[in-house]
């Protein structure tokens, strides 16, 4: 798939009075230039609804949940079109209202209600706090203690690291085993 080319509004302007005034058909514009002929059609329809705030790029540009409701049953009522509900809203593209009409259809109201962005915000109930060491001397009974986690924690280490060192050995034994060259 191609990528997507952004123009400038002069450039826009430009295509679109060799058009309208030096009567360019819509093809050679878009022969000469080479931009999709979709584009300078939808350009033209933009140019001829609104002007040349009709070729000003709005994109990015976030709606409330009461605008898209707005659109969504004018477009109902009155039987626009995508195009006439794009140009009477100032909206920049027909599939920003399809998929409202999709999420409305969907999820109702709740679909249209803007949604946050980025990353969750960290969840306070599971955080953990660093234990704070306190300025006072540990008492025997806490030192022992410690002590004996870190025996505990010691000693499974060195059975899993023994472990390790037995599971390789078997397997050295058995690939010896295996690959035993012939005596003739």
């Known amino acids: 798939m191609e990528r997507k080319v952004k123009y400038d509004v002069s450039f826009k302007l ?11 058909s819509i093809n050679s514009v878009t022969q000469q230039y080479g931009v999709p002929q979709s584009q300078v059609k939808r350009w033209l329809q933009s140019y001829r609804a609104l002007g040349i705030n009709g070729l000003i790029s709005c994109k990015n540009k976030s709606y409330t949940c009461e605008f898209k409701l707005l ?10 079109s995508l195009s006439e509900a794009r140009f009477r ?3 920049p593209s027909d599939s920003v209202i399809v998929q409202w009409q999709r999420k ?11 949604k946050r962005k980025g990353r969750p915000p960290n969840d306070m109930s599971n955080y953990k706090r660093k234990v704070r060491k306190s300025d006072k001397p540990l008492t025997r009974e806490e030192e022992l203690l410690i002590e004996n986690e870190k025996l ?8 899993k690291f023994n472990a390790l060192v037995q599971a390789q050995k078997q397997a050295e034994a ?3 085993h295996k ?3 012939s005596k003739d």
């Open 14 to 24: 430009k295509c679109i009075q060799l058009i309208l005034e030096k009567y360019h």
């Open 71 to 80: 659109v969504i049953r004018t477009i109902e009522l009155k039987s626009l």
């Open 89 to 91: 809203f100032n909206i």
């Open 104 to 114: 409305y259809a969907t999820f109702g109201l709740d679909g249209l209600k803007p």
């Open 152 to 159: 505990r924690c010691e000693n499974a280490f060195l059975e």
């Open 174 to 176: 058995q690939q010896k």
């Open 179 to 181: 690959f035993k060259p």
